[in-house]
Nanobody, 112 residues
Framework: QVRLLESGGGLVQAGDSLRLSCAPS????????MGWYRQAPGKGREFVAS???????AYADSVKGRFTISRDNAKNTVYLRMNSLKPEDTAIYYC??????WGQGTQVTVSS
């Protein structure tokens, strides 16, 4: 069983930055792709970014150029650096392990 613990969310103003972290416990980390998804109020869960086991990132068009996903296999941690945050980035952000596991989510709120 893999448990994912997200952290780093909070309340910020438009234009600010945040860095989310996700640290899986149990299972294997370094050989799995990892991803970040988000769910805004009243909307479905959507893809934000993913990173392959080898470190290749992919992004949703809405965050491309502002968000950066990275991983540190030595620390079993995946990060999502979010710059130039916009009110429309407000959502609960979820970490996903390539083995199909989800974290509980961390709230990101961006005020205008």
């Amino acid at each position: 069983q893999v448990r994912l613990l997200e952290s780093g969310g909070g309340l910020v103003q438009a234009g600010d930055s945040l860095r989310l972290s996700c640290a899986p416990s149990g299972g294997t980390f370094s050989t799995y792709d990892m991803g970040w998804y988000r769910q805004a109020p009243g909307k479905g869960r959507e893809f934000v970014a993913s990173i392959s086991w080898s470190g290749v990132g992919a992004y949703a068009d809405s965050v491309k150029g502002r968000f950066t996903i990275s991983r540190d296999n030595a620390k079993n941690t995946v990060y999502l650096r979010m710059n130039s945050l916009k009110p429309e980035d407000t959502a609960i952000y979820y970490c996903k392990h390539g083995g199909g596991y989800w974290g509980q989510g961390t709230q990101v709120t961006v005020s205008s």
